[in-house]
T-cell receptor, first 111, second 115 residues
Framework: KNEVEQSPQNLTAQEGEFITINCSYS?????LHWLQQHPGGGIVSLFM???GKKKHGRLIATINIQEKHSSLHITASHPRDSAVYIC?????????????FGKGTHLIIQP | NAGVMQNPRHLVRRRGQEARLRCSPM?????VYWYRQLPEEGLKFMVY????????ESGMPKERFSAEFPKEGPSILRIQQVVRGDSAAYFC?????????????FGPGTRLTVL
């Protein structure tokens, strides 16, 4: 079982819809990241969370440390939001210093 | 302030050749991470370096792969005697410090194709 699980794996929605992408993890973490990867392949860091909620424009990210769960929401979705959204965690307690990634959610927003 | 730079963006090598991937971190960043994204797979951590030091290489294959981050110049990921299974996108990321809550900024990646 992967340490970071995302759902759904694929999501197709109509422009304007409210989008939710979920991330669950099974390890202790010090921080959780949401990343966006566009078809061209570049990766952009959207949020880094250690608690609570963050908002940037139409994007909202929340994390529940007790439940080991995070969500990324997109309000008023637009075709330019089409991308792969990746959840990644920084584990605590030794081991790799780098991030551990989910497999990503492929989001397509149709006009 | 330029972002993380990687070059080349695309690299084609024949089996048995060497591949050298370069990463220049953001200005003021002294921590570099290398990640690999195999086709149809998620990103995987490879190595974490600070200037002149390898801090964590637990994700690096034991053979043929090496990384360095010299006092001057970019970080280098070196793959010797490449095989077809090395074909992947290699991303580096940099951060200003070692704190677990420091944001990592990703470069555009180098796409390695081994013929």
């Amino acid at each position: 079982k992967n340490e970071v699980e995302q759902s759904p794996q694929n999501l197709t929605a109509q422009e304007g819809e409210f989008i939710t992408i979920n991330c669950s993890y099974s390890v202790g973490i010090s921080a959780l990241h949401w990343l966006q990867q566009h078809p061209g392949g570049g990766i952009v860091s959207l949020f880094m969370l250690s608690s609570g909620k963050k908002k940037h424009g139409r994007l909202i990210a929340t994390i529940n440390i007790q439940e080991k769960h995070s969500s990324l929401h997109i309000t008023a979705s637009h075709p330019r939001d089409s991308a792969v959204y990746i959840c990644a965690v920084r584990k605590t307690g030794g081991g790799a210093d780098g991030l551990t990634f989910g497999k990503g959610t492929h989001l397509i927003i149709q006009p | 302030n330029a972002g993380v730079m990687q070059n080349p963006r695309h690299l084609v090598r024949r089996r048995g050749q060497e591949a050298r991937l370069r990463c220049s971190p953001m200005k003021g960043h002294s921590h570099v991470y290398w990640y690999r994204q195999l086709p149809e797979e998620g990103l995987k951590f490879m190595v974490y370096l600070q200037k002149e030091n390898i801090i964590d290489e637990s994700g690096m294959p034991k053979e043929r792969f090496s990384a360095e981050f010299p006092k001057e110049g970019p970080s280098i990921l070196r793959i010797q005697q490449v095989v077809r299974g090395d074909s992947a996108a290699y991303f580096c990321a940099s951060s200003p410090g070692a704190a677990s809550t420091d944001t990592q900024y990703f470069g555009p990646g180098t796409r390695l194709t081994v013929l």
